[in-house]
């Protein structure tokens, strides 16, 4: 419903994104698979979180999962600047191509486990993680700054997962909420091997 959300949507070619035999599908409102196993998520829940994450211009963001990068490049629209952590080398190269070739300059990527965020860049007042995870990761809560937001799906590989907002106040209190049932694949522990 956002209408900078919205607007960041609109302007982000997700076909660019997407897997160049499964093109003719890039404006259904659906999950679609990229390479290593993984999937560009569904756009309805892009900016879903993303509204959640309530942006400021004024802010940086730390993505976990760069996958395909759509989400990163919407993200780059809505805020200063853009931390997006991946850990199969492959995706993460191309990813970092695309951004490059689309002039997306307020974005920077690493090649890691998000598990332990982002220690050079914190604290974040946003935190997104693109992949479910078993429970949320205690260095993203250390990393997330005082009156900071983290949107992150939980929950059991192929389970049911839900995705939580996690708060901060200025007391450092972390409290969390519900909001709706996802799927996600799943994050996982350490580097990607590839062949
Ligand atoms: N935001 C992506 C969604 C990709 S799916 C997009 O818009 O396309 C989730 C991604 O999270 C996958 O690419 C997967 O490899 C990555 N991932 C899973 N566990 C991870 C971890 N521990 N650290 C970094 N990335 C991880």
Redesign the pocket.
């Known amino acids: 419903m956002d209408t900078d959300v919205l607007n960041a949507i609109e302007r982000v070619p997700r076909e660019a994104?997407v897997p160049a035999p499964l093109r003719g599908h890039s404006y259904e409102n659906s999950a679609l698979p990229?390479k290593?196993g993984?999937?560009?998520?569904q756009p309805y829940i892009?900016a879903y979180m993303t509204q959640m994450l309530e942006p400021n211009p004024r802010n940086k963001v730390l993505?976990?999962?760069?996958?395909?990068?759509?989400?990163?490049a919407i993200l780059a629209k809505l805020f200063r600047r853009v931390y997006?952590?991946?850990?199969?080398r492959s995706?993460h190269t191309e990813a970092m191509q695309l951004f490059e070739k689309l002039k997306i300059m307020n974005l920077t990527t690493k090649l890691?486990?998000?598990?332990k965020g982002w220690l050079e860049q914190a604290p974040f007042k946003h935190i997104i993680v693109?992949?479910a995870a078993e429970d949320v990761p205690g260095a993203l809560v250390d990393q997330l700054d005082d009156h900071g937001i983290m949107i992150i799906p939980v929950g059991p590989d192929e389970g049911d997962q839900t995705i939580l907002k996690i708060t901060k106040d200025h007391h450092g209190l972390v409290a969390e909420e519900e909001l709706i049932p996802v799927r996600?694949?799943?994050?996982?522990?350490?580097l990607?091997v590839e062949s």
């Open positions: 994104f990229i290593s993984q999937t560009i998520s892009v993505e976990v999962g760069t996958g395909s990068g759509y989400q990163a997006s952590i991946e850990r199969y995706l890691g486990d998000g598990h693109t992949a996600f694949v799943p994050l996982v522990q350490g990607a």
